[in-house]
């Protein structure tokens, strides 16, 4: 892999045979509950249940694995609301060196806390206001090695991994999949399941879902082209807030996917209710908006079978609580 070759099979199952031992081989789980009322079979992939409490450090530790022993002495830069954050944080640790990560100031508390607790060292920035990467140039001057959380081979492979978990586990199942749906921010999670399941089985349809208003991918889809999202939104989908998707992401996505969908916050907070409810799992706004998706209508349930991979579960405890009383 060069540095902007899109990854291929091959890269996905080399970091699946590098990571295996050290990562969670996260399960099929299903809810008869939630069955009846999309009127398919629905089974979800808990990545909630991963090393760092999301998918994110599969890419990681296959990024910081991809450096030179030289390149990981002189340390690991990265920017996160939180998530990739961890995965470095906890990747770094285990290799040794030095993480220095830039995270927004309004991340969420216990996703700080966490990077922290591992080891590194966190700069805040203003997401709003501030450019991530004059934030970190320093220390990218000082000769640390930039570990991107989307646009990179080695990190979209990791993430690729997911897509070969819960293609053998549902072959296991006996099922077919007609389609799997995935949240978005950058497309690094979608761009490397998109890889490992179109490979399995083409005719699976994958679809990317973001928030309304940072549904930049879904647009891009639609103009054949990379599109930036307007400023002046929020979301309360911290994790999956990007500016617009990246170069090798877009390609990738571009080929794969079947299409994006956009939720409303709402949807994705009645989303997080019912993974509580009917799958007991505590999983964080930007990691159930592919379940908020099945509510949408744009996607053909009846009768089909459907993979829903709940990329998080990092959310602070008063957020999840209003969440979970309104």
């Given at each position: 892999?060069?540095?902007m070759?899109?990854?291929g099979?091959?890269d996905?199952h080399?970091?699946?045979?590098?990571?295996?031992?050290?990562i969670?081989?996260t399960?099929l789980?299903?809810?008869?509950?939630?069955?009846?009322?999309?009127?398919?079979?629905?089974?979800?992939?808990?990545?909630t249940?991963?090393?760092t409490?999301?998918?994110?450090?599969?890419?990681?530790y296959?990024?910081?694995?991809s450096?030179?022993?030289?390149?990981?002495?002189?340390?690991?830069?990265?920017f996160?609301?939180?998530?990739?954050?961890q995965?470095?944080?906890?990747?770094?640790?285990?290799?040794g060196?030095?993480?220095v990560i830039?995270?927004p100031?309004?991340?969420?508390?216990?996703?700080?806390?966490n990077?922290r607790?591992?080891g590194?060292?966190?700069?805040?920035f203003?997401?709003f206001?501030?450019?991530?990467?004059?934030?970190?140039r320093?220390?990218?001057?000082?000769?640390?090695?930039?570990?991107?959380?989307?646009d990179?081979?080695?990190?979209?492979?990791?993430?690729g991994?997911?897509?070969?978990?819960?293609?053998?586990?549902a072959?296991?199942l006996g099922?077919s999949?007609d389609?799997v749906?995935?949240?978005?921010?950058g497309?690094g999670?979608s761009s490397?399941i998109s890889?490992?399941?179109k490979?399995?089985?083409p005719?699976?349809?994958?679809?990317a879902?973001?928030?309304?208003?940072?549904?930049?991918?879904?647009?891009?889809?639609?103009?054949?082209?990379?599109?930036?999202?307007?400023?002046?939104?929020?979301?309360?989908c911290?994790?999956?807030l990007?500016?617009?998707?990246?170069?090798?992401?877009?390609e990738?996505?571009?080929r794969?996917l079947a299409?994006?969908i956009?939720?409303?916050?709402k949807?994705?907070?009645?989303?997080?209710?019912d993974?509580?409810?009917?799958?007991?799992?505590v999983?964080?706004?930007?990691?159930?908006?592919?379940?908020?998706?099945?509510?949408?209508?744009?996607?053909?349930?009846?009768?089909?079978?459907?993979?829903?991979?709940?990329?998080?579960?990092?959310?602070?405890f008063g957020?999840?609580?209003?969440?979970?009383?309104?």
């Amino acid at each position: 892999m060069t540095t902007m070759t899109p990854p291929g099979i091959a890269d996905i199952h080399a970091a699946a045979a590098l990571l295996s031992g050290l990562i969670v081989e996260t399960p099929l789980i299903e809810s008869q509950e939630l069955n009846k009322r999309f009127g398919a079979r629905i089974l979800f992939k808990p990545e909630t249940l991963q090393r760092t409490g999301s998918f994110k450090f599969r890419g990681a530790y296959n990024k910081l694995s991809s450096l030179s022993e030289e390149e990981r002495s002189r340390g690991v830069v990265a920017f996160s609301s939180g998530n990739h954050a961890q995965g470095v944080a906890a990747a770094a640790a285990m290799f040794g060196v030095k993480a220095v990560i830039a995270m927004p100031a309004d991340a969420p508390a216990m996703k700080i806390a966490n990077v922290r607790k591992m080891g590194a060292e966190v700069v805040p920035f203003d997401r709003f206001r501030d450019d991530r990467m004059t934030v970190i140039r320093p220390y990218l001057e000082e000769g640390m090695a930039l570990v991107p959380p989307f646009d990179d081979p080695a990190i979209i492979a990791g993430q690729g991994t997911i897509g070969l978990e819960l293609m053998r586990q549902a072959k296991a199942l006996g099922v077919s999949l007609d389609a799997v749906v995935v949240p978005c921010g950058g497309g690094g999670l979608s761009s490397g399941i998109s890889v490992a399941v179109k490979d399995a089985s083409p005719g699976t349809a994958v679809w990317a879902v973001e928030p309304e208003h940072f549904d930049d991918t879904r647009r891009s889809l639609a103009a054949g082209t990379r599109v930036s999202n307007e400023p002046g939104h929020a979301s309360i989908c911290d994790a999956i807030l990007t500016a617009e998707p990246g170069l090798i992401t877009f390609e990738i996505n571009r080929r794969n996917l079947a299409g994006g969908i956009a939720v409303s916050d709402k949807a994705t907070a009645q989303a997080m209710r019912d993974a509580m409810a009917y799958l007991k799992l505590v999983v964080e706004p930007g990691g159930c908006v592919a379940l908020a998706a099945l509510s949408s209508g744009e996607i053909d349930l009846s009768g089909k079978c459907v993979a829903v991979v709940l990329s998080g579960g990092n959310v602070d405890f008063g957020t999840y609580a209003g969440i979970m009383a309104a």
